[in-house]
């Protein structure tokens, strides 16, 4: 996850035109790679990693609540919506079903101390 590919030169190359991922996999295979992802950054979350990052301010924020705040922001203040149905999706399964699930995560993870 957050994958950043490191030269042996260390030099930056930045490619010109678009890219597309054009990911032939279906929603099941997108939802179970995401759960591991979720179960990850739990982990890091509560190894206090995320709180070094730009997601440090997200976290201060109470658990759930903090995933619709994410997605309100997305959706509705950086007018995601104007995407159509496309933004709509994207927005709830990365933006706030996403989040959610890392919640969930915490929480067991806590639970299971």
């Known amino acids: 996850m957050d994958e950043h590919i490191i030269t042996s030169e260390g030099v930056d190359y930045r490619l010109k035109g678009e890219f597309a ?5 279906t929603m099941d295979w997108w939802r179970e790679k995401h759960r591991g992802y979720a179960k990850r950054e739990a ?9 070094k990052t730009s997601k440090g301010l ?12 994410y997605f ?4 509705f203040l950086l007018l995601g919506f ?3 149905y496309a933004g709509w999706m994207w927005h709830f399964w990365q933006g706030l079903w996403y989040r959610w699930i890392v ?4 929480g067991r993870l806590k639970r299971c101390k």
């Not at 991922?21 to 996999?25: E, F, I, M």
């Not at 309100?72 to 959706?75: A, G, L, T, V």
């Open 43 to 51: 982990v890091d979350a509560l190894a206090g990693e995320k709180f």
């Open 103 to 106: 919640d969930v995560e915490i």
């Open 82 to 84: 104007l995407d159509g």
């Open 58 to 69: 997200y976290y201060h924020f109470p658990p759930y609540f903090r995933a619709f705040i």
């Open 21 to 25: 991922d054009d990911n032939l996999n």
């Open 72 to 75: 309100s922001i997305r959706y």
